[in-house]
Every structure is written in C-alpha cells, then in structure tokens.
C-alpha cells in the first residue's frame, strides 16, 4: 500500500487520494473467518487467523452484464422484477434470502477454518473470499436445511478477496442470489449481513451504509477499492457472506471488521459487487481472474489546484503518469511533466467516463473495476483548454500492480 502522503495514485486496485483530515484506523482489520480449532480466539489479522501479516484498514474519500447477472435463473429474474420499490421488510430478506446463504468450512494444514458464501446460479456456483479458501485441501459447503456438498474451488483472486466454488447439484427449492448494484448506494442506506459468526449458521444483523469508497487491505497486500462500510454486526465466520439491500438484492461480500480485541466494534466491511462481478464471471469461465485496467496514476483536482492550474471551477483527475503498457498510453494520454511535481503541470484532466461526469480517482476506479478486460470506455479529457474524447480497451492489470511494495 502506498504512503497516505503520496499524492498519486493507480487505477484497478491501487490506492485512491486519501481526503484531508483523514487518519489511519488504529484497529487492526481482520477477515471474519473463524479458525475451526480457535473459534473464538483474538488472533492476528490473516485468512487462516493463525500468523502473517495485519491487515491495516486505511480511510479516503451500472455494471455491464456478465455470465454471472445475466445466467440467473427464471425464477430469480421474476422474484427481482416483482419486488416492490420500497424495499422488503427485514424479516422478508432474512425468509428469502437465507436458503440460498451457505456455510463453508475447510480442511487445512493448520486443522480448518469456517466462513459463509452464497449461491448465484442454478449450476451451483457459489461466491465467497478467497481468504476464506485459499488454503483448504476440502471445502464442504452446507445450506440452512443441512444439505451438504463437496465444493470445488474453480478459482480465487487474492487481489480483491473473492472466490468461486462449484457444486454439482443445487438443493431443491433454492432459488440463487439477484446480485445487484453497488454503484448507486447511499450512506444512511438500510442493509441487512447473513452469515455464520463463530460458526452460528443462519445468522442476520442489520444496520446501514454507514460509509462508502473505503479503500481496505487484502490479505495478499493489495487494496480493495471502494469497499462499503455498514454498522450491521459482522464478526468472524461471516466472510464470503452476502451483504444486502432491502431489495433482497446483493450488494458486497462481507470481508473484514475492524477492531482491536476481534469482536464487532461496528465497523465492517464489504467488497463491492460491482468489483465482484466481472471477477466471478472471469474466473468461471476460465478459472482466472481478470482485472480491467487502463494504467494511469491520477491526482484529484482540489479547489486549490484547480486555482494554482487556471481551472477553477473545474473537477475531475489530473493524470500524474502513465504505464506504458497501459490502455490509456496507447490511446494517446497525456501525463503531468512531473507526477511527484506539488503543481503537476502539463497532463490531462480527466472530467467525464463514459460521459458520466467524475470527480476522483474513487470515480474512474469505480467506471473501470465493474467492467471487463476487452471492454471500450471513453475518458473526456481536457487538454491545454480544450475538450477531448479518447477510447481505450481495457487490458487485464498485470500482476505488478497494486500490490503492497
């Protein structure tokens, strides 16, 4: 993870400019999955909770379909299209929804672990963090009625804490999850978390959003985007669970809490479902994960800048450097003389993707993450005072980018 005082920052899985009067927490955030043989111990901060590295939480400021939203069910389609716009009761989620949450419990070399995932379509593909199952050599995944089954691990991107484990034969009578947007939320948005703290199956908390484009630490060491944060009780053994709206919809993976003895202090998070969609559906159909990437390293254009660069009045991100190997090299973008510069001169102020107006790099991230690698995206640019488009297709992030140096 980058320095909070570095005023740069990449897209597709690196850190976004950290607003003023922002602090490192200083809890350590520990996935939520239980450790089968310590269940209840306070443990260090990693997948297994048995050693490593903390993870260390650090504040700042519509999808396009896939396989994963668009291979749905009938009936999953019709239930989404019948919910009424004012959301359902909490004990109508909780009845709907439940079936379809599952416990995952894992053989390991350090005796096993346990989280949650859910079910997403009728051929039994099920999400949930890769920290979750990275290490298992068995993964059983057990539904609300007791139905139990061998899971395959089809695949994990450590990079963002998701996984997808496949089933061969889906319990009759459960319908799979409506994955929803995550884009559109609001803090003070009502939420409701499932899940399996400390192995207690079946398990709902509510709260709300109590805060959005959180930028949070996998246990691998790279960082999570745009994480949402709720005030819904999540503790250990709730990772890879879903969190929802009260459309019944899926919003995030419930991945991480914050705190300092291992208990819910009201600080959880979860992985968007924008970021988790286009990285399920890769890794279903090739057993990969991709990430779309577009390789530039950009700064937001503060009122002070803006002043100091004759833009008052204008918002959007500067383009302190580029990758060369980027999207947005090869599409003829243009950087700052100097990114390290306090005034950086001379590069491209991004104002709009896709048209959609944008106001930080929490923004660009957000318009990139939640599309795939191949897909065409527009960046409106203003250059020496004057307006221009560039289209760039998206290429898969390489592996040397975003990681924790």
Do not use: C
């Not at 903390?54 to 896939?66: C, D, F, L, M």
């Not at 969190?243 to 991945?255: A, K």
């Amino acid at each position: 993870m980058q320095d909070e005082t570095d005023p740069t920052t990449p897209d597709g899985g690196n850190t976004p400019p950290k607003p003023k009067g922002m602090k490192r927490v200083g809890a350590i955030a520990l996935p939520a999955v239980v450790g089968a043989v310590t269940a209840l111990a306070v443990l260090a901060g990693t997948g297994q909770l048995g050693g490593g590295d903390t993870t260390i939480i650090r504040e700042t400021a519509s999808g396009v379909t896939t396989s994963v939203s668009s291979a749905r069910d009938a009936a999953t389609e019709a239930e989404s299209a019948a919910v009424p716009s004012k959301g359902l009761s909490v004990a109508e989620v909780v009845k709907r929804k439940s079936p379809a949450v599952v416990s995952i419990s894992n053989e390991t070399t350090q005796g096993g672990s346990l989280g949650s995932g859910f079910l997403i379509d009728a051929a039994g593909h099920i999400i949930t963090n890769a920290h979750v199952v990275d290490s298992a050599s068995k993964t059983t995944v057990t539904f609300e009625d007791g139905t139990e089954a061998e899971g395959t691990i089809l695949g994990v991107d450590t990079s963002t804490d998701v996984a997808v484990v496949k089933i061969d034969t889906v319990p009759t009578g459960v319908s799979p999850l409506p994955l929803g947007n995550s884009g559109g939320l609001t803090v003070g948005q009502e939420v409701v978390a499932i899940g399996n703290p400390y192995g207690y199956s079946g398990t709902a908390t509510t709260g709300i959003v109590s805060a959005l484009e959180r930028v949070i630490e996998s246990p691998s060491g790279f960082t999570i985007q745009n994480a949402i944060q709720t005030d819904a009780a999540i503790n250990q053994g709730n990772s890879g669970g879903p969190l929802f709206d009260r459309d019944g919809r899926v919003i995030g993976i419930n991945s991480q809490i914050a705190s300092k003895n291992g208990g819910n202090v009201g600080i959880g998070f979860a992985v968007p479902i924008d970021t988790v969609r286009p990285i399920v559906a890769s890794i279903i159909a090739s057993g990969t994960a991709q990430h779309a990437w577009i390789g530039i390293q950009g700064r937001e254009l503060t009122p002070g800048l803006a002043e100091k660069l004759g833009l008052v009045g204008k918002r959007g991100v500067i383009v302190a450097s580029l990758d060369d190997r980027g999207p947005a090299n090869d599409a003829g973008m243009k950087a700052a003389d100097s990114a390290d510069a306090a005034v950086p001169k001379g590069g491209d102020l991004i104002v709009a993707v896709n048209g959609t107006p944008i106001a930080d790099m929490a923004d660009v991230s957000k318009a990139v993450a939640n599309r795939k690698v191949g897909d065409q995206i527009t960046l409106t640019v203003l250059r020496d005072g004057k307006s221009e488009t560039l289209t760039l297709t998206l290429k898969d992030r390489p592996a040397d980018v975003g990681a924790k140096k």
